[in-house]
């Protein structure tokens, strides 16, 4: 990979079909067809399909492509692409290279072992992918890629793009409404604007290599606590050592050249972690920009040597990895409808929109919490190194008071004294600088934006910026419904602010969110805890919820009921998985060299003892050894029981995953950390967490 400093403006994008490129390459007409179905949304005719197939061939063949593949997200949550080359027979034994509009626009992979949650029978296993004109295509290993939705026979969406695309368009819908009350003539499209911030682990791959719940379930089933962890705090932020640099470097071109903007990097809280930034863009092409970014952030690793987990919890007792989703809304012509103004008006607007924001996130917790729910995930989630599992809102103390000013209805400094006819010229001014910082809020504000802390470092982000955009555009919705009918304005705008913020005050919190007494005091104030995957799913299915997916045509009701159940189904094979790896490497590894060198202590011992020689390691570290083996096989045989009674029903099986099989994998686990310490080191069968966090050199 070429990434001397130098090359980085032409490097950048240049291996994405991208609307210079467009320009460049297509005909004026076929240029502006394009534009005007990505505005619009009106679908491309055959011959705009066939000219753009045509010069997207040419520049892919170009650099060096020989394959096309539609590249969409299943609903599995990663991407998934098939293959074919651009050869064609041309008769006598040549071939040509051939690439149609059809070819572009439309695809039918055999889509049957993708999961569908019950949309569709396996008899009907056809599923079609279409162009989404509003993603650029791109190279990625000499294939071109062509970002596609995906969705059944009957039009279900079978994948995470699909209601992602619909719920920006709705709340693009709700928003330019308001800003027509405003009096904005000009914006057409408000769009939802996303940086998602991706935290990772690098390891050696040969350290990986020799554990098998690394390879099997992506994160460590055992590990005793290091000597040294994070306390040193030495790691976050610094110097990024040269193995790691490399690799950085590496990750920053291959990113730069499909046009992933890679903005930040730097070293994380726990040894071996890291982040990258990219600068924000709208949500879809963030989305799909950040499914790149983890693909080929392992695929760098591996070329040096390297191994990059994405789980969200690798290693016990040591910090896990989210992907902070910041996300806002700005117009079409370049304004960010959360960053304060400097007028009443302008300020009226924002608190607007900031009041939509604070009853969306009110009203719709449990959906924003389980759009976060996975087993990783449930290993982060309160554990006082990520959020807590209560949705909340951080303000920053700035603009908590021009709330409560707004409230309790007192005069803020600057504000012009309220009176009985109250008006937007009463908002109170909003301080510019609301950079405040608190780490330990899910949900904070940061100026002109909110960045949502609680997904996990391996998740899609679809999901959760498909409900804020769909909370967002619900509750713009009514904001409209009511504006529109006010005979004075101003007036209306400030009792409905008024109003919300009342009702909506308790989902506010700047406190600190790992507090213990947060949580005591969250419960006074009705707000949801669903400390797990298996309390948060069944938002999905809640009537509340339903209603908001149906009601602005984002899910229809089985999209819905069919994410559920493979949320469902994803919990309970991850968890089964996770046991089975486990009884694996009991069985077949820790046992056999537990039971090995406990006999060498054993032999020791009675060596010593018939010699008459002094024999307290031997016979104390022999004890504990033949215990905690009885222990862990007793534990491993308890296991092994359970996991062949989970129930069939996967909502069952989940509560059953939940009660039964985690704790009984926490159990094995205990004893084999607990022989861990007490074996030696060239006893144990295979790296241990010093080993592994400490390995990247
Ligand atoms: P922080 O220090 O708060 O994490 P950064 O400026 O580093 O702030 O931004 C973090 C992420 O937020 C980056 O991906 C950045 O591009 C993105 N971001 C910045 N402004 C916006 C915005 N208006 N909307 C959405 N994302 C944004
Ligand atoms: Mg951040």
Known sequence: MNSEPGKFPELFGSMVFNEETMKKRLSPSCYKQWKQSVSDGTPLDI???????????????????????????????????????????????????????????RGEPDASSFPSGGLRATFEARGYTAWDPTSFAFI????????????????????????????????????????????????????????????????????????????MTGRTLFGAKPPRGQELEDHYFGAIRPRVAAYMQDLDGELWKLGVLSKTKHNEVAPSQHE????????????????????????????????????EKPFAGVNGSG??????????????????????????????????????????????????????????????????????IFLGSDLSAVVDSIINDTTMKGAKKRSINIGVDVMPPIPQDNTDRNRTSPMAFTGNK?????????LSISGPNIVLNTMMAHELMLFADELEKADNMDEAVSHL?????????????????????????AKRRGL????????????????????????????????????????????????????????????KEILPAVSAYGTSLCKGFKKRKSLGLPYKYEEHNARGNCMLSDCLHDACAKLEKDLREVPAQPEEAMRYCHDVIVPDMNECRSYADELETMTARSAWPFPTYSDLLFSEG
Request: with cysteine; proline share 4%; hydrophobic share 40%.
């Open 140 to 215: 990625k290993e000499k294939s071109l890629c062509i970002p596609t939705i995906f969705c059944s026979y009957s039009g279900h969406a079978l994948d995470k793009k699909t209601p992602l695309l619909r719920s920006m368009d709705a709340v693009s819908k709700q928003a330019v409404r308001i800003l027509r009350l405003f009096g904005d003539t000009t914006t057409t499209r408000v769009i939802a604007q996303v940086g998602a911030e991706q935290e990772y682990f690098l390891l050696d791959k040969k350290l990986y290599s020799q554990r098998e719940d690394l390879i």
């Open 528 to 587: 949801s805890n669903f400390s797990t995957a298996v309390d948060a799913l069944p938002a999905y299915i809640d009537e509340k919820n339903i209603r908001l997916f149906t009601d602005h045509a984002i899910y229809t009701r089985e999209e819905v009921d069919a994410r559920y159940n493979i949320h469902v189904e994803n919990y309970n094979a991850t968890i089964e998985i996770e046991a089975r790896t486990m009884i694996d490497m009991i069985r």
């Open 47 to 105: 011959s705009t399909a066939n000219e753009i197939a045509e010069a997207m061939k040419q520049w892919a063949v170009e650099k060096g492509a020989t394959h096309y593949t539609h590249w969409f997200q299943p609903m599995t949550g990663v991407t998934a692409e098939k293959h074919d080359s651009f050869i064609a027979p041309a008769g006598k034994g040549r071939i040509e290279l051939e690439f149609s509009g059809k070819e572009l626009v």
């Open 323 to 392: 992907k902070h989703d910041n996300w806002s809304l700005g117009t079409d012509t370049g304004k960010n409808l959360f960053k304060p103004g400097s007028t009443p008006r302008q300020n009226a607007q924002f608190l607007l929109f900031l009041t939509a924001f604070i009853k969306g996130v009110d009203e719709y917790q449990d959906m924003l919490r389980a759009t976060v729910a996975t087993p990783g995930n449930d290993h982060r989630l309160g554990a006082q190194e990520a959020p807590p599992a209560v949705v909340s």
């Open 276 to 311: 990258m930034a990219p600068i924000y863009s709208d949500a879809n092409a963030a989305c799909d920009q950040n499914q790149i970014t983890m693909e080929i952030m392992k695929k760098v690793a591996d070329r040096h040597g390297l191994v990059c987990l994405l789980h």
């Open 497 to 521: 602010i008024r109003r919300e913020l009342t009702a909506h005050r308790r989902i506010i919190f700047d406190g600190n969110g790992y507090d213990e007494s947060w949580i005591e005091e």
């Open 450 to 458: 909110f960045e949502f802390r609680m997904p996990g470092s391996s």
